[in-house]
């Protein structure tokens, strides 16, 4: 990381522009999920994910297995990647056997975190992304800033700027005119591309089918009109049945943006057959690690269960303060603290878990009731044992710890800041915490046995 937390946090606290353009979107979010949780047994059918999901990856070996044999059955070519140099030959090798010069791409932020588009802009290959989001941000040199929403800390006027340094005539910022702008110049990358490019956000073991979603219908595009199709998929993101895709389904499009079901939900199974006039001609199917294996069997195994909705970065106060770049990784908010440093080898990004304030608001949004905030302190102790605050930091929390831990030092330092309460913002709280916030007064110590003799318990 090219920057600590905590100076990438300040600067996105600078700039009031991403505060704004990341709380009207994640409110967007938030509300429509509201009105999309229209069922009477959600939280059952929460319990019933969360049992399903981690019965499947305490069996994963074999349920993967049963897809691959399913997948081949078909016609579909399956490869293994071990990690993410793996995933990238792979893919650049089926790329550059078939002579391929332009690839399209639907929206996956596995390909982003292997990097793939690096790969294969270095091998000679054009890579052009497909979903709007994804088109603007690659057109801006930038990353996700969220994973359902990539370029959503964007306005339309800097989308308007964007698109104008590739336009032959001016932009106006407006939604439908910048849209339109962005049909007519994806169209014609479709019918060029020879080889499609897509994630998969569940694989179904029992047929081998690859389920895509989607609202924009380039997923259609580019899993039907090139002659290669190249799916890479996240090794936990399957189901063994189609009756456990369909409880995931229901929970999916609604935690994401608030639909009953998305406007695309695209089955692929095998390539092309013969007599068909749509679909390409091979469908390779790359499985990937990258890390993911080491959590089984661990206390973070419950991290693979999740289904990528971006629920819990639309409640989080902290990702809605400082947008996703702030992470500086592919995956940000709680989900994204979570699993960024439990997939480095490096072990690195372990300050990530400190952007919480372990309110508990994801795991109340998340759909399969991952408990995030008890693996970001899981993290947080992983931290501290290794060293990662600075000294200063470590000092005062074991101060802290030593004082409070008696009661009688407890009393005097709650009843000296509950005095003091009006000098504190001058004195002992932190100018840059102080700054924008008001410092609540102390209010004293309970005594239980005036609570006693009163009468109050």
């Known amino acids: 990381m090219t920057a600590n937390l905590r100076s990438r946090t300040a600067t996105a606290l600078g700039n009031p522009g991403l505060r704004k353009a990341i709380r009207d979107a994640t409110d967007r979010f938030t509300t429509h999920r509201e009105e999309g949780l229209d069922l009477a047994n959600f939280e059952e059918l929460r319990r019933a994910a969360r049992a399903t999901r981690a019965a499947i990856i305490a ?33 650049t090798g089926i790329a550059t056997a078939h002579g391929v010069e332009l690839a399209v791409k639907a929206k996956s932020m596995l390909t982003e975190e292997i990097e793939l588009n690096e790969a294969l802009e270095t091998a000679g290959i054009e890579v ?11 057109l801006a040199g930038q990353k996700p800033s969220h994973i359902i929403g990539p370029s959503l800390h964007l306005s339309k006027e800097d989308v308007a700027e964007i698109f104008n340094r590739r336009s032959d005539r001016p932009l106006p910022a407006d939604p439908e005119a910048l849209c339109a702008f962005a049909r007519a110049s994806l169209r014609e990358k479709f019918l060029a591309a020879d080889i499609g490019i897509t994630g998969c956000n569940f694989a179904v073991a029992e047929t081998g089918t690859v389920i895509l979603v989607t609202n924009e219908g380039n997923g259609r595009m580019v899993t039907s009109l090139p002659p290669v199709h190249v799916v890479v998929m996240g090794m936990e993101r399957i189901v063994e049945t189609w009756d456990q895709l369909d409880l995931m389904m229901n929970l999916l499009p609604r935690s994401a943006t608030g639909q009953k079901l998305s406007v695309y939900t695209t089955q692929v199974t095998g390539p092309r057959r013969s007599g068909e006039t749509d679909g390409p001609e091979e469908l390779h199917i790359v499985i990937v690690d990258n890390g993911r294996s080491n959590l089984l069997g661990t206390e973070f195994q419950e991290m693979l269960n999740c289904i990528r909705c971006g629920a819990c970065l639309n409640v989080c106060p902290v990702y809605r303060q400082i947008g996703g770049h702030a992470y500086e990784s592919v995956y940000s908010g709680p989900m994204g603290a979570v699993l960024t440093p439990l997939l480095a080898a490096t072990g690195t990004s372990l ?19 991952i408990p995030l905030q008890d693996l970001l302190l899981s993290l947080r102790r992983i931290n501290a044992d290794t060293g990662g605050p600075a000294w200063s930091e470590r000092a005062g929390w074991k101060n802290w710890a030593r004082a409070w831990s008696r009661p009688g030092m407890y009393r005097k330092t709650v009843t000296a800041a509950r005095r003091g309460s009006g000098a504190l913002p001058a004195g002992l709280v932190p100018k840059g915490w102080r700054s924008g916030r008001t410092v609540p007064e102390a209010r004293g110590t309970y005594d239980l046995r005036k609570a006693l003799r009163d009468g109050k318990i």
Not at 81 to 90: K, L
Not at 351 to 369: E, F, I, K, R
Request: with cysteine; charged share 20%.
């Open 59 to 91: 069996d994963l070996p074999r349920i993967l297995g049963t897809f691959a044999d399913a997948a081949e059955g078909v016609g579909a070519e399956v490869h293994w990647a071990g990690d993410a140099a793996e995933a990238r030959a792979i893919v």
């Open 351 to 369: 300050d990530l878990a400190g952007a919480s304030t372990l309110c508990g608001a994801c795991y109340d949004a998340c759909p399969v009731q």
């Open 128 to 138: 052009v992304e497909t979903d709007l989001g994804e088109w603007i941000i690659q």
